[in-house]
């Protein structure tokens, strides 16, 4: 006979690992220096969420653009939800695998909540501005402008299952009955 079916408290280290990809993920995203985004054909201009660079080769002119209010704002946003995910990750740490502390769930999954909104406004705000100010061209969005969308969808995704796992609180402590989702005789 096989049997297959989820042990709950096994997969309590689930979450926290997920968030801790979410989080490497967003640091990737927040410290790349090869840009956010790429010029199609030459290859002469690139830019990062800190600085744009022009050139060729080794001869690049790099300016911050840390001196425009809207990468500011996409500076501020980014880091402020990398902040809120390193917190929610200790606190996940804590509240699932150290002890199992089910009201913490629901304000863990509040603050990955709030972090998605800060940082899916900054990666709205960047593109949008960088076309009005910025473009002269076909640009292509690199990859850790994508490392920055996949860190956002993980904290979603962690945090609705956040807030959705106090009601199996009985799975979670060992107390419920495993539930098979396949039998066979």
Request: aromatic share 14%; hydrophobic share 50%.
């Amino acid at each position: 006979m096989f049997r297959c079916g989820i042990a709950y408290p096994r997969c309590r280290w689930i979450l926290p690992l997920l968030l801790l990809f979410a989080i490497i993920f967003d640091i990737i995203a927040i410290a790349a220096q090869s840009g956010w985004v790429e010029d199609e054909n030459a290859k002469t201009h690139y830019a990062s969420m800190w600085q744009q660079c022009r050139g060729r080769n080794d001869q690049w002119d790099c300016k911050s653009l840390m001196e425009l209010p809207w990468a500011q704002a996409v500076a501020a946003l980014m880091l402020i939800g990398l902040i809120i995910l390193i917190i929610t990750f200790i606190i996940s740490v804590v509240a699932l695998c150290c002890t199992l502390n089910i009201p913490l769930l629901p304000v863990i999954g509040g603050m990955l909540i709030l972090a998605v909104i800060a940082q899916i406004i900054a990666l709205i705000i960047y593109p949008v501005k960088f076309n009005e100010l910025i473009y002269e061209g076909y640009y292509n969005y690199t990859w850790a402008y994508g490392f920055g969308w996949g860190a956002t969808i993980l904290m979603l995704g962690c945090g609705i299952l956040f807030c959705c796992l106090p009601n199996y609180e009985d799975e979670l402590s060992g107390n419920g009955k495993t539930k098979y989702i396949y039998t066979s005789h």
